[in-house]
């Protein structure tokens, strides 16, 4: 695609990098195959390429308007348009850098402000978010329908972790609104790497990934807590921690992107990109362990959804599958997969009517197979699918953890 960027953008930070992205694309239009809000309104505009077109003439010189804003907005940026294109456009960058530079010069209505600025209040803050969700649930029966929906059916406790007592040694991201949904999930993860001969080292002292702030446009502060968790795990990094382990792939796939994020900055670029090459999601540690000491015995019925940070922006759609088929769980076939749920970190919030119907579809399709429970990879979507009140959700990790002979190890 050719360009003509005016100098205004070209000297931005990120601006030679948006040219670059730009010129790769070769308007194919693959990518509104797989897009899920073209597929659901049909405008070229709410699809990858229509986007493309609309960051272009912005950053040509064109004055952006509150409908450019609004297609952009409206972007799950699930990454599908990544995993289809042919010529490797890095869609997800451009749209960080097209997105500022939108938002510089179209004004948002006050309460798009507000709620947005409640968000980024509330949720990269586990124990304001814990407490906040505790008092919901006390009032739950006088609150309105589409709160109630909001609120976890069951929030079950996290039980014992194992005491550190293994050589090899990881660290974990304990995460944001998980500690509040699903308090048992990392508890549950630390007890399988456990019986494989893994401990798990406490940082508390890390915090937010920073993605919540940075796909809101605050982008500083999402790479202020960036840096924040970089700090937090180097000491243990350098006392050699072979891996920084998440269990909410959506916070994985940013941290993977520190490296990158930070690669400007001389007194971060360094250990970002150690950070980014030590983060590993659960299953890049499980798939390759001798899952047979787990001694797991099960006849469940799962219907795995793949979240889209772990097959379009990680790369490793099939490898839950893999290791629960591994265990002897029966996994149901799953019609177009590829799908985003709509969940999209805050997306469920920003865009509540597209981000529901992409939730129904997915639970027809989740569904279908009849499962027993439907498990997934990010707290994000557990949530997303498990406020329709449907089939149970779960992670993939709990149900390994239960189904685990006993004794567990404590």
Partial sequence: MQT????????????????????????????????????????????????????KQVMEGHEPSTSTLE???RCLTCR????????????????DIGREVVERQVSRPLSERIMRAGVRAVVPRPALFKALLGT?????????????????REVRPAGIRPALRHARRILMLEGCVQPGLSPN??????????????????VREAGCCGAVDYHLNAQATGLDRARHNIDAWWPAIEAGAEAIVQTASGCGAFIKEYGHLLKDDARYASKAQRVSELA????????????????????????????CSLQHAQKLGGAVEAVLIRLGFDL????????????????????PVL???????????????????????NIGCQAHLDSAGRTPVRHWIELVDEAMAHPRHS
Avoid: W
């Fill in 80 to 95: 599908n348009c990544e995993t289809t294109c042919p010529s490797g456009v890095q869609y997800h960058n451009l749209l």
């Fill in 71 to 73: 297609h952009l907005d």
């Fill in 355 to 377: 981000s529901r119907q992409l939730r129904d579809d997915k639970l027809n399709a989740l569904e279908s197979g009849r499962p027993q429970v439907i498990v997934t990879a």
């Fill in 185 to 202: 999930t990392n508890a549950a993860a630390a007890r399988v790497l456990d019986r494989l001969g893994i401990s798990v080292v406490p």
């Fill in 136 to 152: 919901a649930g006390v009032f739950r029966p006088l609150m309105p329908s589409f709160v109630q929906a909001k609120l976890p």
């Fill in 280 to 307: 590993k999601d659960l299953v890049e540690l499980l798939r390759d362990a001798p899952l047979e000491q787990l001694a797991v015995r099960t006849e469940s019925t799962l219907a795995f959804h793949c979240p």
């Fill in 332 to 351: 149901t076939a799953v019609p177009d997969a590829h799908l985003c749920c709509g969940s999209a970190g805050t997306y469920s919030l920003t865009q």
């Fill in 4 to 55: 003509h960027l005016t100098e205004e953008i070209l000297a931005l930070p990120r601006g030679e990098e948006a040219e670059a992205i730009l010129r790769s694309c070769v308007h194919c239009g693959f990518c509104n195959a797989t897009c899920p809000t073209y597929q659901l309104l049909g405008d070229e505009l709410d699809g990858p390429r229509g986007r493309i077109y609309l960051m």
